[in-house]
């Protein structure tokens, strides 16, 4: 397949048959033209052709490697760069970084997932971020390994909030789910494929919740696609981010069905909270979009990706982040591109931890928690399970909870969560602060204030709330 730019091209016009044939990359309108960039075989464009649709094939963009023998943060890592600042990354920092190989690409690249944490507890909240599944959208690959640098230097700096979220989240970064796209070569020029080796969008491959055609054996799915699946089975992560390039907005589910039609998730309300979130810590953030942010079915529909197969099947909530307009960002501006997103990334960490965390000690009987938002008047039932940690971030507002016969009162604001312990059919609740922040959202601090020491050993404040019996 290659790549073609259709102009004054509406996706809804185009016929079903043609639909089914191509991938569509992107659409926007500029100036009162449509502007639609799609994936497609010679043969199926002759189709467009036959039937008056305008459009002109994308130049793809072949440079010359970097190769320089030590790749420092700021210049492109390929996948021997790539190890080698993972492992050194790890080995500098051994109580906090470690890594796994969830998987191997057809040619024989390994699939890196970076951990940050403290322990290996579970009763923390997981939060994933992934690049690079689309091979020339490269930004995301260089990001995660900027985060990865910063989390553990300002661990050991002593920041305040970064201390807070290395030691109660598991922090998992996976700078390149594609590294064979990103690899791929002609004619000796490095040219980055959207596909992986097998001539497939790993993000048009997941288990899909509206096309049942997705929905194949894992034999018959891509092996990148499987590392994830594999690998989340085992990991409890419940919020995600992907990030992509190519355009300038943050994107959240659903993706599907009807392109064109605003496709509501349970969570809606979160999801826009949690995405101009990101927008409003963003340095830099200009965007052709409202606020920033798009439901993804209302920009445009696509079928077997990441994110709605995160949040419908892991229960985890995903956004895909476009940070770039060009797919491929010189490497000239990478840090630029890192100082912009540097506080949306943290903050986004920050907001896996307002709200509720907790779990069943024991029990009998063990019922649902009732989540009621007296704002939005919307009402969340979560499912109690013993010995298992659960973990609801909220929107800041006023909650009633409900747990079994008894019903209570709690405000979420941006500065504090809430642990709950059930046990004995007892429910106990402890405010807790998160140390190293203040009211505003933009207040993300980038090192310790000298004048707040903030000894890592040092018992944070608890205030109970109640004990309800």
């Known amino acids: 397949m290659e790549q073609y730019t259709l102009s004054k091209t509406n ?42 649709y305008h459009f002109e094939k994308t130049d793809i963009p072949k440079i010359i490697k970097n190769k320089a023998i030590d790749k420092k943060l700021g210049s492109y890592h390929h996948q021997d760069d790539l190890e080698k600042f993972i492992k050194n990354i790890c080995s500098t920092y051994p109580k906090i970084a470690s890594y796994e190989i969830i998987g191997i690409t057809k040619e024989k690249r390994n699939l890196f997932m970076t951990k940050i944490t403290t322990n290996s507890d579970n009763n923390k909240p997981g939060f994933l971020i992934v690049g690079n599944i689309h091979g020339d959208e490269t930004l995301g690959r260089e990001l995660g390994l900027y985060l990865m640098d910063y989390l553990c230097k300002q661990y050991e700096n002593n920041n305040p909030l970064i201390d807070y979220l290395i030691n109660n989240t598991q922090i998992y970064i996976l700078p390149s789910l594609n590294p064979d796209g990103f690899e791929r070569e002609i004619n000796g020029y490095w040219s980055p494929s ?37 690998w989340s089975a085992i990991n409890n992560i419940h919020m995600s981010l992907s990030i992509h390039g ?42 052709k979009f409202t606020n920033g942010i798009t439901n993804g079915a209302q920009w445009y529909a696509l079928y077997g990706g990441m994110q709605d197969w995160h949040y419908k099947n892991r ?47 024991d029990g009998d009987n063990i019922g649902q928690l009732n989540i009621h938002n007296t704002k939005l008047n919307s009402t969340k039932n979560i499912e109690l399970t013993q010995s298992k940690f659960f973990n609801i971030p909220l929107n800041p507002g006023s909650y009633i909870l409900t747990y079994k016969t008894v019903t209570y009162n709690i405000d979420i604001n941006y500065n504090y969560n809430y642990l709950v312990i059930i046990e004995n059919n007892k429910i106990d609740i402890t405010e807790e602060q998160i140390p190293g922040t203040i009211k505003t959202p933009q207040a993300i601090p980038q090192s310790i204030p000298q004048s707040i020491p903030q000894p890592r050993n040092k018992k944070r404040k608890k205030r109970k709330i109640c004990v309800i019996l």
């Open 315 to 361: 229960h985890s909530f995903e956004l895909t982040l476009e940070l770039s307009d060009k797919k491929f960002v010189d490497e000239s501006k990478l840090e630029a591109y890192w100082n912009d997103n540097k506080k949306s990334l943290i903050n986004s960490i920050k907001l896996l931890h307002i709200g509720l965390r907790g779990y069943v000690v």
């Open 194 to 230: 959207r596909r992986n080796s097998n001539n497939v969008d790993l993000n048009r491959n997941f288990p899909d919740h509206v096309d049942p055609h997705l929905n194949i054996s894992p034999e018959d799915r891509e092996n990148e696609v499987n590392a994830i699946i594999n």
């Open 246 to 287: 190519g355009a300038l907005v943050v994107n959240y589910p659903l993706d599907g069905p009807i392109s064109g039609q605003y496709s509501k998730s349970e969570d809606d309300d979160f999801f826009k909270y949690i995405s101009k979130e990101y927008v409003n810590n963003h340095s830099n953030f200009d965007s």
């Open 11 to 52: 996706i809804k016009s185009i016929p079903i048959e043609l639909i089914d044939k191509i991938d569509v990359d992107y659409c926007c309108k500029s100036n009162n033209n449509e502007i639609l960039t799609i994936y497609a075989k010679k043969e199926t464009m002759e189709e467009f052709k036959n039937k008056g």
